[in-house]
């Protein structure tokens, strides 16, 4: 079975800093693996995710993600941070061959200070 | 509509009612997930359909929780006789086959 450990469950940072939300997974077989962003009072939406191929995945506003397979690892990015990234953000898996269900980390709450 | 709608977007409940949440997904999405997100959690995976194979209903916590698809339309997810662990924010997410998943802004059900 597939499990996934978000390390920090908050992350305060102030605006324009860089920052690295953990992410990291076990699994016996290859996945896909993703991330997701809730911001206050709206639904999940995808952030970027890793299917095959190049490590590093570039997502939606300015994030990017990098596949470490040696350390079941797949760390967000972003080298400058505004407020309107303040959010909760989920990492997730699912296994290729499966029916697409996501395995859900318990999410790290990003909170950006002025 | 342009996104996956869920309703209501807030239900409370006396302990040991039943309780019914709708999933309206995307126009031509065929396959269609339950999700429940419990306070301070990640989601957990409840129950996935894809057109009309056999439900995947291996992340139901109980046989109090069962769900409902009409085709590749609404669906339904009823709990019966609820308890105050149920008190959770229910997600539906819709997608093509082996596509991105699309969810809902989902209904939080407090349970009294």
């Known amino acids: 079975a597939q499990s996934v450990t978000q390390l920090d469950s908050q992350v305060p940072v102030f605006e324009e800093a860089p920052v690295e939300l953990r992410c990291n997974y076990s699994?016996?077989?290859?996945?896909?693996l993703f991330w997701y962003v809730q911001y206050p009072n709206q639904g999940l939406q995808l952030l970027l995710k890793y299917l095959s191929g190049s490590t590093l995945v570039k997502g939606i506003n300015g994030f990017e993600a990098e596949f470490n397979k040696s350390q079941t690892s797949f760390h967000l990015r972003k080298p400058s941070v505004h407020i309107s990234d303040t959010a909760e953000y989920f990492c997730?898996?699912?296994?290729?061959?499966?029916?697409?269900?996501?395995?859900f980390g318990q999410g790290t709450t990003l909170q950006v200070k002025p | 509509g342009a996104g996956v709608s869920q309703s209501p977007s807030n239900k409370v409940t006396e302990k040991g009612k039943d309780v019914e949440l709708r999933c309206d997904p995307i126009?031509?999405?065929?396959?269609l997930y339950w999700y429940r997100q419990r306070l301070g959690q990640g989601l957990e995976f409840l129950i996935y359909f894809q057109g009309n194979s056999a439900p995947d209903k291996s992340g139901l916590p109980s046989d109090r929780f069962s769900a409902e698809r009409t085709g590749e339309s609404v669906s339904t997810l009823t709990i019966q006789r609820t308890q105050q662990e149920d008190s959770a924010v229910y997600l539906c997410?819709?997608?093509?086959?082996?596509?991105?998943?699309?969810f809902g802004p989902g209904t939080r059900l407090t349970v009294l």
């Open positions: 997730a898996v699912s296994r290729p061959s499966n029916t697409g269900k996501l395995i």
């Open positions: 997410a819709s997608s093509l086959v082996g596509g991105e998943q699309f």
């Open positions: 126009s031509g999405h065929t396959a």
């Open positions: 699994s016996s077989v290859s996945v896909y």
